[in-house]
T-cell receptor, first 114, second 111 residues
Framework: DAGVIQSPRHEVTEMGQEVTLRCKPISGHDYLFWYRQTMMRGLELLIYFNNNVPIDDSGMPEDRFSAKMPNASFSTLKIQPSEPRDSAVYFC????????????FGPGTRLLVL | SQKIEQNSEALNIQEGKTATLTCNYTNYSPAYLQWYRQDPGRGPVFLLLIRENEKEKRKERLKVTFDTTLKQSLFHITASQPADSATYLCALETGANNLFFGTGTRLTVIP
């Protein structure tokens, strides 16, 4: 398996622009997680899905952030409008259901908002 | 809410020695706890999982302990090597496959 795939790997944008991050989970995994990592706050859970349904989005910073999972093999995290404080590394992870399964992380998207 | 403290934001150790990293948590005790390794520019990679009814878990040169009374997990790397240099994250389950991560300890093994 190719593992979790994220695109783009790097994104530089200007404040106010829309940013879309993409994730393809490992085939057969039921759970998909979006995280944000910064030096100050570490790895923070933004939202997670189970069988394509959002379960907990309490970590989403504000209405500027939205996430979708239209099917089992694709998810997006959108920021509109973007702000400099959104600069971070965004990770997508997936896991199996049915127990304390580990999460498999993608390589991350490094976002810089100028 | 749950809080995790991984003391020592950075830890330097001589090659061949045992590195010990600490993860302390507050509030409720999780059903299990995990340790991940993260290299620069990469996503975290799972290393070990230990359940609340297990005192110790080993994998090659790695050993994890879990003390629910102290609300603490210790992560040991024996015979450390420069290739072990990375950031190590502990993560607590919060229920329903959800994990809460610590901020990590950056380990440097000096040749």
């Amino acid at each position: 398996d190719a593992g979790v795939i994220q695109s783009p790997r790097h994104e530089v944008t200007e404040m106010g622009q829309e940013v879309t991050l993409r994730c393809k989970p490992i085939s057969g995994h039921d759970y998909l997680f979006w995280y944000r990592q910064t030096m100050m706050r570490g790895l923070e859970l933004l939202i997670y899905f189970n069988n394509n349904v959002p379960i907990d989005d309490s970590g989403m910073p504000e209405d500027r952030f939205s996430a979708k999972m239209p099917n089992a093999s694709f998810s997006t995290l959108k920021i509109q409008p973007s702000e400099p404080r959104d600069s971070a590394v965004y990770f997508c992870a997936s896991s199996n259901a049915g127990g304390p399964e580990t999460q498999y992380f993608g390589p991350g998207t490094r976002l810089l908002v100028l | 809410s749950q809080k995790i403290e991984q003391n020592s934001e950075a830890l330097n150790i001589q090659e061949g020695k045992t590195a010990t990293l600490t993860c302390n948590y507050t509030n409720y005790s999780p059903a299990y706890l995990q340790w991940y390794r993260q290299d620069p520019g990469r996503g975290p990679v799972f290393l070990l999982l230990i359940r609340e009814n297990e005192k110790e878990k080993r994998k090659e040169r790695l050993k994890v302990t879990f003390d629910t009374t102290l609300k603490q997990s210790l992560f040991h790397i024996t015979a450390s090597q420069p290739a072990d240099s990375a950031t190590y994250l502990c993560a607590l389950e919060t229920g329903a496959n959800n994990l809460f991560f610590g901020t990590g300890t950056r380990l440097t093994v000096i040749p």
